[in-house]
């Protein structure tokens, strides 16, 4: 349940920050301060997220908001921890926790809504490992880019209030400027917290986890019949199942889905490795680490099978006394996260070519679809660009041209299809605009705007692309350039982890 003798404590720049989450098993965290750095500088504040969350700084950028967001100063009310956790990472169970970042608190905004607000970068905790807990500016940058990009397409995601060059250099395979982000979340309750639990605390300390994150998350089950534990699992199931289908839908790719990187709210969280898809390849990879597909744009979904059936094992001692009956109960609910993905799938790719209601035998119109971009080197965001505003890019029939016969019989098959809905041509039109990014974070982009920021200092590339980015379903001639994949002759694109 959540603790509420911590009480908020309101300042005059609109802090209003509780610690709900010490009311917890004292194993779940280490209380720890973020340590000072030395000469901080703002960089990137959200001031449309900073108002809703109820802050009011006279000046976002000024002295006394930067020594908040380093680190050097803490806000009224906050009482930082460092969250334990454990994780599969690559299939392997490894004891973790956050190694370089800070829970301030959670703020409490002016709609009385509950928010996390993690400093990321801002020093050694306990759970570093011999790593010196700093996080370069690059990355920071590259978060805040991707989440706030996540926001404005649907996808449930953390977020990123703000950016400060640290004003000190950190060493990873070269010197590079530090950076701290100040991550907004729903909450760090991670599939791995559970799992961190079932291993190293008690029963007791399992049922207060779970009780809280349903409190929190999913405070309706609470009133519902039967095993509430089950509740929770189907509904931590449901939501991943939407937000992978929302993945699917825009050409994300996560890189690194760890059971440490599932969140319990269903938020897209932790943006080390992930990238957008270009030309579309079921087995696409980028991040140097994944050797072997482990996390392609292909297994995503089957992923999240494999780290849900984790976090079912983490709670089988409260979902029955008898081990075998658990494990049946469980093994009903986790066969479910199939069906559910694929209906969020299914619905959503249909309303991507406009159609409204779905039926079983638009799968294979969809499959024939990705089939023959795949077959085609097609761009996976222009080629429904170009369906969706046949005048804008290219037209259906210089495409038909292109792409031969194939493309113009499934062209035709399409036609016929929309032709059998009540939905009229405006409506289908307006549909497919709803569904269909014009523009998305292309990675060479993000890369351009985080080369002149880091190695120049220059922003302008990186506001101007923000500003693209808040309006990612609006058609407007300045996207033009934002819609272009990168060069053919460019090398393929590679993302790292631990930056």
């Known amino acids: 349940m959540i ?6 404590s309101r300042g005059e720049e609109g802090w209003n920050l509780e610690a709900s989450y010490r009311g917890l098993p004292s194993k779940l965290f280490s209380q720890v301060p973020p340590t000072p750095v030395k000469d901080p500088k703002m960089v990137l504040y959200n001031e449309a997220l900073g108002k809703s969350l109820g802050l009011k700084f006279e000046n976002p950028k000024g002295q006394e908001s930067v020594q908040i967001f380093s680190g050097n100063q803490l ?13 599969h990472q690559f299939g392997y169970f490894t004891s ?18 509950r928010f996390d607000i993690q400093l990321k970068g801002s020093g050694p ?11 370069a500016l690059g990355p920071m940058l590259r978060e805040y880019i991707i989440s706030e990009a996540m926001i404005a397409l649907g996808v449930p995601s953390t977020r990123a209030l703000a950016v400060v060059i640290s004003g000190e250099e950190i060493q990873r395979e070269s010197s ?10 729903s909450s760090h309750l991670r599939v791995g917290t559970f799992e961190y639990v079932k291993q190293f605390g008690s029963e007791e300390d399992l049922k207060a986890l779970a009780d809280y994150a349903i409190q929190r998350h999913y405070p309706y089950i609470m009133k519902e019949e039967g095993n509430i534990y089950l509740r929770f699992f189907e509904a931590v199931a449901d939501r991943q199942a939407a937000l992978i289908a929302k993945w699917q839908l825009i050409g994300f790719i996560h890189g690194v889905m760890n059971t440490d990187n599932m969140s319990i709210s269903g938020e897209t969280i932790d943006y080390g490795p992930c990238a957008f898809m270009d030309t579309y390849d079921p087995d696409t990879v980028f991040s140097s680490i994944d050797q072997h597909g482990r996390y392609a744009y292909k297994n995503q979904a089957p ?5 849900l059936a984790r976090f079912a094992e983490s709670l089988l001692p409260l979902i029955h006394r008898e081990p075998k009956r658990g494990i049946a109960l469980m093994e009903d609910r986790l066969q479910k996260y199939s069906t559910q993905y694929q209906k969020y799938w299914l619905q959503g790719m249909a309303e991507k070519i406009g159609i409204f209601q779905p039926a079983k035998e ?3 119109l969809i499959e024939d679809l990705l089939r023959i971009m795949k077959k085609n080197d097609k761009d996976f965001t222009n080629t429904f660009f170009e369906l969706t505003y046949p005048e804008k890019g290219g037209g259906k029939e210089d495409v038909k041209k292109e792409e031969g016969r194939e493309f113009s019989e499934w062209l035709d098959k399409w036609r016929k299809r929309l032709k059998e809905q009540k939905a009229t041509e405006e409506e289908v039109q307006k549909l497919m605009k709803a569904s269909n990014p014009v523009v998305i974070p292309r990675n060479h982009q993000v890369e351009k705007a ?4 880091v190695e120049e200092g220059d922003y302008r590339v990186l506001e101007s692309l923000l500003k693209i980015l808040q309006t990612p379903y609006t058609y407007s001639e300045e996207k033009k350039s934002y819609q272009n994949p990168p060069d053919p002759s460019d090398e393929p694109y590679v993302t790292y982890c631990g930056t």
């Open 3 to 8: 603790d509420r003798t911590q009480k908020s």
């Open 303 to 307: 992923i999240g099978q494999w780290n």
């Open 96 to 113: 973790l926790g956050d190694g370089r970042a800070v829970l301030l608190g959670e703020q409490i905004t002016p709609t009385g809504e």
């Open 450 to 453: 985080l080369q002149a920021a």
């Open 362 to 364: 638009d799968e294979e």
């Open 75 to 87: 806000p009224k009310g906050a009482l930082p921890i460092a969250q334990a956790y454990a994780g």
């Open 176 to 185: 590079q400027p530090g950076g701290i982000l100040t991550r907004v979340a």
């Open 125 to 135: 905790t306990p759970y570093s490992r011999r790593g010196d807990g700093r996080a």
